[in-house]
Structure formats: C-alpha cells, structure tokens
C-alpha cells in the first residue's frame, strides 16, 4: 500500500512539474520593415519606428502572439536548433500565421546587451522588433 501511495505521489509531482508554464513576455520598442516588389526585389529596411508592444512566446502552445493593433498569431511547426556564434545567439521557429501561410520567426540575443530583435520572414515582407524580456 505504502509503495502505491508513494507511486501516486511521484506521479502528481510529475504532472505538477510538465504543467509549469514556459511562456516568455517582451515588449517591444521599435520596429522595421523591408518589402518585396512585384519584381521579387526587398525594399532597403525602413528607420526604426517606435512601437510599444508586447509579444509573447508559450513553447507549451507551441505559438507566438504579436499584440500589435492587428494581433499577429504565429503557430510554431518546429524548433531548430540554436545558433551562437561571437556577437550572440538566434533561436529559430518554423511557423505558419493566422492565415495559414508559412513563415519563419527568429529571435535574436546580442552577447553583452540585454535588447533582443524578433525577425519575422513572410514571403512578402520582413519585420524586425527591437524587444526586451520581461518576464
């Protein structure tokens, strides 16, 4: 009876300890775009403009939100393996957006700052956020 109880209690544990939340929060202080012409070229990326808003990442969801003024919603596919190199590191995602298209997120980390920028490539267009973490 004693070693039931004592399976059930590491049983509980376990679950208790999967349920913990990986779900990181940025918010974001700029914002840059580059577009693709009708000839397949990208535009030079605009200035930064200021943008004040948050982006989540919930790796239990499997899903990145943008809470922009049109909310972004972004499902992760996949995770590739983390780059690191001599300037900092970059955590990839293989995504699809709210409306079913394919696309790749990237999250940027530059060694000896604590500012991050998450890349977003959708066939048309790339946006780059200037981020911080938060939580």
């Known amino acids: 009876m004693k070693f039931l109880k004592n399976i ?11 349920a913990t939340a990986q779900s990181y929060r940025f918010e974001t202080s ?16 605009s200035d930064f403009k200021e943008a004040k ?11 990145i939100v943008v809470y922009s003024e049109v909310v972004q919603l972004y499902t992760i596919l996949g995770y590739n393996d983390p780059k690191t190199n001599e300037e900092g590191s970059v955590d990839t995602f293989q995504c699809v957006n709210g409306d079913g298209d394919k696309c790749v997120l ?16 959708e066939d048309s267009r790339v946006l780059i956020y200037n981020m911080k973490y938060v939580k």
């Open 8 to 18: 059930s209690l590491v049983f509980l544990l376990f679950i208790g300890l999967n």
């Open 30 to 45: 700029g914002v840059s775009m580059s577009i693709k012409n009708s000839k397949g070229n990208w535009s030079p990326y």
């Open 53 to 63: 808003i948050v982006v989540t990442l919930d790796t239990n969801k499997d899903r």
């Open 106 to 121: 990237a999250i940027r980390s530059m060694k000896g700052t604590d500012v991050k920028q998450l890349y977003i490539y």
